[in-house]
């Protein structure tokens, strides 16, 4: 006995399409089978590109501490703290004191650069010659500083930044 040829019905109410291998429903006309894709196609599409985009992040955080540490000597886990004060300088500049995004930018960068090589000169490059964990414990306490110094500063409950409405639109609708 052969198969249903095209458009013969199949038991259950569906119609087989033998030339590309779908089976459609002919109560909500859903495609599923093999070059419908469906919804588990789109899933591990999904997933890969969600495990590529943290492979990258974690591969730039990797730069990050190799960079820093053939740059200093030292091994620095206080550089993502670092990168936050430098977030909250421009957040502050921008919000509480209505300055430009890139001028508070440019701000941000210089500020946090000009305390970075502070804390340098004064704390880290005490430490060089030191044992290696000695190095780590004093950035992992300053990284622990810096969270409670923000925490202080810039409060620790989350908060919703609204874009400001483009020229021509009003809200987040298009004006007509």
């Given at each position: 006995m052969t198969g249903p040829k095209d458009g013969a019905t199949v038991s259950g109410g569906r119609s087989c399409c033998l030339s590309c291998d779908r089976v459609t429903s002919r109560r909500t006309?859903?495609?599923?089978?093999?070059?419908?894709?469906?919804?588990?196609?789109d899933t591990i599409l999904q997933l890969a590109l969600n495990g590529l985009a943290v492979g990258c992040i974690y591969?730039?955080?990797?730069?990050?501490?190799?960079?820093?540490?053939?740059?200093?000597?030292?091994?620095?886990?206080?550089?993502?703290?670092l990168l936050m004060l430098g977030a909250f300088v421009c957040y502050m500049f921008v919000v509480w004191y209505g300055v430009g995004y890139w001028a508070a930018f440019a701000l941000a960068v210089?500020?946090?650069?000009?305390?970075?090589?502070?804390?340098?000169?004064?704390?880290?490059?005490r430490v060089i010659g030191q044992p290696q964990f000695a190095v780590v414990m004093l950035t992992i306490g300053l990284g622990a500083m810096f969270?409670?110094?923000?925490?202080?500063?810039?409060?620790?409950?989350?908060t919703r930044c609204r874009p400001r409405s483009a020229p021509g639109r009003r809200g987040s609708a298009r004006s007509a």
């Amino acid at each position: 006995m052969t198969g249903p040829k095209d458009g013969a019905t199949v038991s259950g109410g569906r119609s087989c399409c033998l030339s590309c291998d779908r089976v459609t429903s002919r109560r909500t006309g859903a495609t599923a089978g093999v070059a419908g894709g469906g919804p588990a196609l789109d899933t591990i599409l999904q997933l890969a590109l969600n495990g590529l985009a943290v492979g990258c992040i974690y591969g730039l955080v990797a730069l990050g501490f190799v960079l820093i540490y053939k740059a200093t000597e030292l091994v620095n886990f206080a550089q993502g703290d670092l990168l936050m004060l430098g977030a909250f300088v421009c957040y502050m500049f921008v919000v509480w004191y209505g300055v430009g995004y890139w001028a508070a930018f440019a701000l941000a960068v210089a500020i946090v650069a000009l305390f970075g090589a502070v804390l340098d000169a004064t704390l880290l490059r005490r430490v060089i010659g030191q044992p290696q964990f000695a190095v780590v414990m004093l950035t992992i306490g300053l990284g622990a500083m810096f969270r409670s110094f923000a925490s202080m500063i810039w409060g620790s409950r989350s908060t919703r930044c609204r874009p400001r409405s483009a020229p021509g639109r009003r809200g987040s609708a298009r004006s007509a």
